[in-house]
């Protein structure tokens, strides 16, 4: 392990016994771990997909709009047939012998007297049409309110990124303080274990002046073994702490950690009301249900208005004619005003109307709750900072009373007047005394990172 930063957690021991406090729930506690926030923020695989969901939602926007715009096509068709339906036309019975009379009046071969009967197929064969069609869109209401009903889901879709965008800074502000204290629980340990190496240098001198015997010096080695047993476990309880930090950050999971020794808390907090309201003020997770409850409000509406008319307008422009030719022959343009209006669906939209209002009803009724729950999340975020704050001046007495324990009865010892059994003592005392002033510190710290997410800080 590398423990190239060991004099930082020691430097984080004297300041949980000794140091100030200066953070409040409203402020940055720290540089490092903002910067730490921001690259999670940046590199976090499950934000980048609230990422890609947000543009997949901005795209769509663009598809509603792209729908009051024209809609232009390239369409050609070219038909071959044969057989089928006909039509029947006797133009050689009927005409051949009226022109044959008016040439016997005229006396001239003016007329043809020698027309054939017409059969012509319904199918048109060697057929082409080949144009340009354009559709303009004049009155649609269910691209309005899709369009607007998109306008909404985008504002879901970034609420609920912010969202999870705020739970992750909270989860790397924690879990940066769980390594902190793993790391101070260690440098803790690596204390005890140098007064435990006093003891046992004292010891020895003391049996080499007859003063004690052996059993002394096991004793002290039994502690110190004992000792580099808890030292091992918290430099595993590091290693996770560590992993955990980095898998936040989507990073190499071995990569080490900077420690801010200069963390500086205040023991200061707004009132439980003040945070109640900044909380359903600032919770995306409130502004979420609120956008989806306005896209349900044109989904209504676009059930709804589904029984008005839809007008579009038609302009072709081509050729039309037999053979695959271009000419001023075969060329035209038509021009159409089209009206679809849905008398009667059986009912439908008055159904799908009512299950979006019902939905609206559903989205209202979350709505409601989630405000009951972010202001109980508030409340019990609040009292546990409390517990918190009275848990650190209650070790911080600990830790004073116990060092001072320890200092007078290392004296009697030295001076012979108190038992190794009592020196050992009071070392596990000011040992135990150190590793829950550090556990109630960073609990502290963690507590009010969740205060800070529960109320919706920045």
Not at 259 to 265: A, C, F, T, Y
Not at 307 to 329: H, I, R, S, W
Not at 440 to 458: F, H, V
């Amino acid at each position: 392990m590398n423990r190239t930063k060991l004099n930082l957690p020691i430097q984080l021991l004297s300041f949980l016994i000794f140091g100030s406090w200066s953070f409040s729930v409203a402020q940055a506690p720290s540089e490092i771990l903002e910067a730490y926030v921001n690259e999670g923020v940046e590199h976090n695989l499950s934000l980048q997909e609230r990422s890609l969901n947000y543009a997949q939602s901005v795209s769509a926007l663009q598809e509603a709009k792209g729908l009051f715009l024209p809609y232009l096509s390239f369409q050609a068709s070219y038909t071959l047939a044969g057989g089928g339906r006909a039509i029947q036309f006797p133009v050689g019975d009927l005409f051949n012998p009226v022109y044959a009379s008016l040439n016997q009046i005229t006396g001239e071969n003016s007329f043809p007297t020698d027309l054939e009967n017409l059969n012509e197929q319904f199918l048109p064969n060697n057929f082409h049409e080949t144009k340009l069609r354009l559709i303009q869109p004049i009155f649609d209401s269910d691209i309005y309110f899709n369009y607007k009903a998109r306008q909404d889901l985008i504002s879901v879709e970034e609420a609920r990124r912010k969202a999870y965008e705020r739970e992750l800074g909270k989860d790397i502000r924690i879990a940066y303080f769980q390594y902190l204290q793993t790391e101070s629980a260690l440098a803790v340990y690596e204390s005890a274990k140098e007064l435990l190496q006093e003891i046992l240098r004292v010891n020895k001198r003391l049996h080499e002046n007859n003063k004690v015997t052996y059993d002394a010096i096991y004793s002290a080695e039994f502690e110190l073994s004992k000792m580099d047993r808890d030292m091992i476990t918290a430099v595993r309880d590091i290693q996770v702490a560590r992993s955990y930090f980095n898998f936040l950050l989507n990073r190499d999971l071995d990569i080490p950690i900077k420690i801010d020794s200069s963390l500086q808390v205040k023991m200061e907090i707004e009132h439980l009301d003040e945070l109640q309201t900044q909380a359903l003020q600032s919770r995306q997770e409130l502004r979420q249900l609120s956008m989806a409850q306005a896209a349900n409000e044109k989904q209504v509406n676009l059930n709804k208005f589904q029984a008005l008319p839809k007008v579009n307008a038609v302009l072709d422009a081509g050729y039309q004619g037999f053979d695959y030719t271009f000419d001023e022959d075969q060329d035209y343009w038509l021009a159409q005003f089209s009206l679809s209006w849905d008398i009667f669906k059986g009912f439908r939209n008055k159904s799908k109307t009512q299950q979006s209002r019902i939905q609206g009803d559903i989205l209202r009724t979350q709505h409601d709750q989630l405000s009951q729950q972010i202001q109980l999340q508030v409340k019990q975020a609040f009292y546990e900072v409390e517990a918190a704050q009275a848990g650190i001046t209650s070790a911080r007495a600990g830790v004073k009373s116990a060092r001072d324990v320890f200092r007078l009865i290392r004296k009697k010892y030295s001076e012979d007047q108190a038992s190794l059994l009592e020196l050992q003592e009071a070392r596990t005392r000011l040992t135990q005394a150190e590793l829950t002033l550090n556990i109630q510190t960073y609990n502290y710290l963690s507590r009010l990172a969740e205060l800070r997410w529960a109320a919706g800080k920045q």
